[in-house]
């Protein structure tokens, strides 16, 4: 099983600041990464997939990067909807296995 | 706009089997795979298991002998179903969409708003 850590589990921040949010997998995931973004009372939504491609929609202040076992998620500049949990998750093609990391909360400063 | 939407009780009593739908609007169900996932009150995320539309099945080892997952192309529909259940399985229970085969379908594109089940006698 690979286990992804996140880091920082709490961020602080203010509203035009820059964010930078760690994921380190257990072993190299083939960069085979996504992140999502999760706000408070709603399902998680997809920002990035396979480290680096912005899903459909998704603003262009998001970004997402690494290789191997090391992937960051940068927000360049922070709106104020952009205060949430964020996940990083990765997939085991075979046998098929999807885990997620424990997620960092970035709140308001 | 493809949508998901759960149903189900929101109550379950321990030992007996919990039972959800996942409903599929504005796209097909066919060619795409279909995932469950749920949540514990405050914390992180965990796949339970996905079906392809063909009715083929893949489910997380910790949970694997507990779990069935089904398919209905007729009605668009998926359903989820968990024995023995505990206070454990208490958690907001999501259905997804994988990302589209030529991704790898690898992701969740598509998500329910998540349906809360509590396990309580």
Redo the contacts between chains.
């Keep these: 099983e690979i286990v992804l850590t996140q880091s920082p589990a709490t961020l602080s921040l203010s509203p035009g600041e820059r964010a930078t949010l760690s994921c380190r997998a257990s072993q190299s995931v083939n960069n085979?990464l996504?992140w999502?973004q999760q706000r408070p009372g709603?399902?998680?939504?997809?920002l990035i997939?396979?480290v680096s491609n912005r899903?459909t929609g998704i603003p262009a202040r998001f970004s997402g990067s690494g290789s191997g076992t090391d992937f960051t998620l940068t927000i360049s500049s922070l709106e104020p909807e952009d205060f949430a949990v964020y996940?990083c998750?990765q997939?085991t093609?075979w046998?098929?296995?999807?885990?997620?990391?424990?997620?960092t909360k970035l709140e308001i400063k | 706009q493809v949508q998901l939407q759960e149903s189900g009780p929101g109550l379950a009593n321990p030992s007996e089997t919990l039972s959800l739908t996942c409903t599929v609007s504005g796209g097909p169900i066919t060619s795409y795979f279909w995932s469950w996932i749920r949540q514990p009150p405050g914390k992180g995320l965990e796949w339970i298991g996905y079906v392809y539309y063909t009715g083929s099945t893949h489910f997380s080892p910790s949970l694997q002998s507990r779990v069935t997952i089904s398919v209905d192309t007729s009605k668009n529909q998926f359903s989820l179903k968990l024995t023995s259940v505990t206070a454990a399985d208490t958690a907001i229970y999501y259905c997804a969409r994988h990302s589209p085969p030529h991704t790898g379908s690898y992701y969740f594109d598509y998500w329910g708003q998540g349906i809360m089940v509590t396990v309580s006698s």
């Excluded at chain 1, 709603?42 to 997809?46: D, E, F, G, V, W």
């Excluded at chain 1, 046998?95 to 997620?103: A, C, E, I, S, V």
């Design positions: 085979f996504a999502y709603q399902a998680p939504r997809l997939s396979d899903a996940y998750q997939p093609t046998p098929p296995w999807y885990t997620f990391g424990q997620g």
